[in-house]
Nanobody, 129 residues
Framework: EVQFVESGGGSVRTGESLRLSCVVS??????????MGWFRRDPAKEREGVAA???????IYADSVKGRFTISQDASKNTLYLEMKNLKPEDTAMYYC?????????????????????WGQGSQVTVSS
């Protein structure tokens, strides 16, 4: 069973920064390609992929966060980080840490988060203008 321990998040003003952390345990890559990252959801919207990092080191970002968000990992601590800068009110959402794997090499955390089956409890990010 995959387990996620998420931390970070909070309430900030437009232009400020936040960092999310996620410790992942119990994940086993059995399909060849794995990735971990975040998607987000505002109650009025569908899930939106945010960022992910693949088992090949490739980083993937949604267009809406490119240049502002940076994903990284500390493999020795099984921990992911999402550094979020220049936050905007439209970034307000619950952010969920997730893990995925595929044979195709595609990371569905960013491209198709509605199909994910493993994610954490979420961290709320609220950005006020």
């Amino acid at each position: 069973e995959v387990q996620f321990v998420e931390s970070g998040g909070g309430s900030v003003r437009t232009g400020e920064s936040l960092r999310l952390s996620c410790v992942v345990s119990g994940f086993t890559n059995t399909r060849g390609y794995a990735c971990m990252g975040w998607f987000r959801r505002d109650p009025a919207k569908e899930r939106e992929g945010v960022a992910a990092i693949g088992s090949d080191g490739r980083m993937i970002y949604a267009d809406s966060v490119k240049g502002r968000f940076t994903i990284s990992q500390d493999a020795s601590k099984n921990t992911l980080y999402l550094e979020m800068k220049n936050l905007k009110p439209e970034d307000t959402a619950m952010y969920y840490c997730a893990a995925d794997q595929s044979k195709s090499g595609e990371c569905y955390i960013v491209t198709a988060p509605n199909g994910l089956i493993d994610w954490g409890q979420g961290s709320q990010v609220t950005v006020s203008s």
